[in-house]
């Protein structure tokens, strides 16, 4: 079957300070992957998706960027974090329509 | 007008009743359309997918796609506390990608 991870579950970073979260996938090959961000009482919004390695599609333009250096892999990365850029991220896969997340990191920018 | 647009609620249902969520989307051409469920500080739950108009039932749930109404629904049927959540409405578009509305935060009254 098929397992989705993210870590760290929950992290505390200062404002203008650099973000890597990491997402893998199990049980599966050439997923599509999928990260979202959900802030606080809000809807799920779409950052990247991604078909393949190497292959990233941006959403929505800001200091976040993405990256698939393996087939089971997907990072999130900044250079400098904002305040606004505090909430919940997931990670999702997919082989057809259904997606599925993973448990999410939660992010808090003071 | 949003993609995909649900009551943001509260809805408050007694224990043992059945409980209806809603949904309305903008894209005629949208062939897939899903139920999650996100309990508070989690990830979101795949619990219904449906691709085509009528009823589909599994277990208490049971998912309503009227396309020619662009409306999808949800009823939980002899609700429980447990199914106390945010239920997520989402419509892909596009290759892959899902389009989730803002969610209805569901109260099971004992």
């Known amino acids: 079957s098929q397992t989705i991870h993210q870590w760290p579950a929950t992290l505390v970073q200062p404002v203008g300070s650099p973000l890597s979260l990491e997402c893998t996938v199990e049980?599966?090959?050439?997923?599509?992957l999928y990260w979202y961000r959900q802030a606080a009482g809000r809807g799920l919004q779409l950052l990247f998706y991604?078909?393949?390695?190497?292959?990233i599609s941006s959403e929505v333009p800001q200091n976040l960027s993405a990256s698939r250096p393996q087939d089971r892999q997907f990072i999130l990365s900044s250079k400098k974090l904002l305040l606004s850029d505090s909430g919940f991220y997931l990670c999702?896969?997919?082989?057809?329509?259904?997606?599925?997340f993973g448990p999410g990191t939660r992010l808090t920018v003071l | 007008q949003k993609e995909v647009e649900q009551n943001s609620g509260p809805l408050s249902v007694p224990e043992g009743a059945i409980a209806s969520l809603n949904c309305t989307y903008s894209?005629?051409?949208?062939?897939?359309f899903f139920w999650y469920r996100q309990y508070s500080g989690k990830s979101p739950e795949l619990i219904m997918s449906?691709?085509?108009?009528g009823d589909k039932e599994d277990g208490r749930f049971t998912a309503q796609l009227n396309k020619a109404s662009q409306y999808v629904s949800l009823l939980i049927r002899d609700s429980q506390p447990s199914d106390s959540a945010t239920y997520l409405c989402?419509?892909?578009?596009?290759?892959?990608?899902?389009?989730f509305g803002q969610g209805t935060r569901l109260t099971i009254n004992p």
């Open positions: 991604s078909v393949g390695i190497g292959q």
């Open positions: 449906i691709y085509s108009n």
């Open positions: 894209d005629r051409v949208s062939q897939s």
């Open positions: 049980g599966t090959s050439n997923p599509n």
């Open positions: 989402a419509v892909i578009q596009g290759a892959q990608k899902l389009v």
């Open positions: 999702a896969w997919s082989g057809g329509p259904k997606q599925f």
